[in-house]
T-cell receptor
Framework: EAAVTQSPRSKVAVTGGKVTLSCHQT?????MYWYRQDTGHGLRLIHY?????STEKGDIPDGYKASRPSQENFSLILELASLSQTAVYFC????WGGGDTQYFGPGTRLLVL | GDSVTQMQGQVTLSEDDFLFINCTYS??????LFWYVQYPGEGPQLLLK?????NKGISRGFEATYDKRTTSFHLQKASVQESDSAVYYC?????????????FGLGTTLQVQP
């Protein structure tokens, strides 16, 4: 059973529109993360959370918001989507922070036109 | 700040060739180091993990040793197969407490030709 799932798996959005990417984990992990993947940049951390109802900024948070309404769910919100946000987005979970293994979802491919 | 460097963007080998992927890191703390692998259409998954306690990780025929003197964490495999074609990321566990996170290298795309 897939322990980290993401929805949608792909999306086409218009510039200036609102986009919400969702992530659900069944690992019972405290930590959840959102990354974006771009050619030439590897994976970069956008937001993360270590407890429900609280989120933290990662390395590239500008233009993104995050929401963690429960331990299992973590959303990434693009209030005003821009062309530069076209990328593949990955959600991950871990039992504790950076020294622990992270388990990734399958990714969401976002195209902003 | 903490960082990871992978210089090889792409490596092309034939089956049964020896694989060596360079990785160097920089951190002021005791490092936890990982190699993650990403197959086409999937998210990254852990290949192996090494801490200062064990120095060496082995998984699925891959091996990586942490060298504090040279701050290196190279990935090796004696004989690659076509199924090993994927992107390999060198990753450093960084920070302390609740701010700990993973820092990914840029990745090395391995293509193994039959």
């Amino acid at each position: 059973e897939a322990a980290v799932t993401q929805s949608p798996r792909s999306k086409v959005a218009v510039t200036g529109g609102k986009v919400t990417l969702s992530c659900h984990q069944t690992n019972n992990h405290d930590y959840m993360y959102w990354y974006r993947q771009d050619t030439g940049h590897g994976l970069r951390l956008i937001h993360y959370s270590y407890v429900a109802d609280s989120t933290e900024k990662g390395d590239i948070p500008d233009g993104y918001k995050a929401s963690r309404p429960s331990q299992e769910n973590f959303s990434l919100i693009l209030e005003l989507a821009s062309l530069s946000q076209t990328a593949v987005y990955f959600c991950a979970s871990s039992d504790w922070g950076g020294g622990d293994t992270q388990y990734f979802g399958p990714g969401t491919r976002l195209l902003v036109l | 700040g903490d960082s990871v460097t992978q210089m090889q963007g792409q490596v092309t080998l034939s089956e049964d060739d020896f694989l060596f992927i360079n990785c160097t890191y920089s951190t002021t703390w005791y490092p936890t180091l990982f190699w993650y692998v990403q197959y086409p259409g999937e998210g990254p998954q852990l290949l192996l993990k090494v801490t200062t306690a064990n120095n060496k990780g082995i998984s699925r025929g891959f091996e990586a040793t942490y060298d504090k003197r040279t701050t290196s964490f190279h990935l090796q495999k004696a004989s690659v197969q076509e199924s090993d074609s994927a992107v390999y990321y060198c990753v450093l566990g960084s920070g302390t407490g609740n701010t700990r996170k993973l820092i990914f290298g840029l990745g090395t795309t391995l293509q193994v030709q039959p």
